[in-house]
């Protein structure tokens, strides 16, 4: 069982940045795929960003393609998402997900992190 626990969120201007952090306990995350979700205020949860386990290759969803970067490290068990140029509509509670590199679904949530972009 894997443990996540996000930091790094909080009140940001529109056009500024923030990182987010996730911290992995209760076994290596070095085979896993990991990610971000978020979920806005009466709107569905949906995927942002996700890395294979050796971090070489990365995905992300298209309003993000340019402005967010995740990146790992699996010596520290941890997971990084850079986000840049934020927007009102990043708006929204942001969790990190972890799962089997071969199954589409993520077994691993966090609490989540509550980003805000004011205009």
């Known amino acids: 069982q894997v443990q996540l626990v996000e930091s790094g969120g909080g009140l940001v201007q529109s056009g500024g940045s923030l990182r987010l952090s996730c911290a992995a306990s209760?076994?290596?995350?070095?085979?896993?795929?990991m990610g971000w979700f978020r979920q806005a205020l009466g709107k569905e949860r949906e995927f942002v960003a996700a890395?294979?386990?050796?971090?070489?290759?990365?995905f992300y969803r298209d309003p993000v393609k340019g402005r967010f970067t995740i990146s790992r490290d699996n010596a520290k068990n941890t997971v990084d998402l850079q986000m840049n140029s934020l927007k009102p509509e990043d708006t929204a509670i942001y969790y990190c997900?972890?799962?089997?590199?071969?199954?589409?679904?993520?077994?691993?949530w966090g609490q989540g992190t509550q980003v805000t972009v004011s205009s």
């Open positions: 997900v972890g799962g089997v590199l071969t199954v589409a679904s993520w077994d691993f």
């Open positions: 209760g076994r290596t995350i070095s085979d896993l795929k």
């Open positions: 890395i294979t386990p050796s971090g070489d290759r990365t």
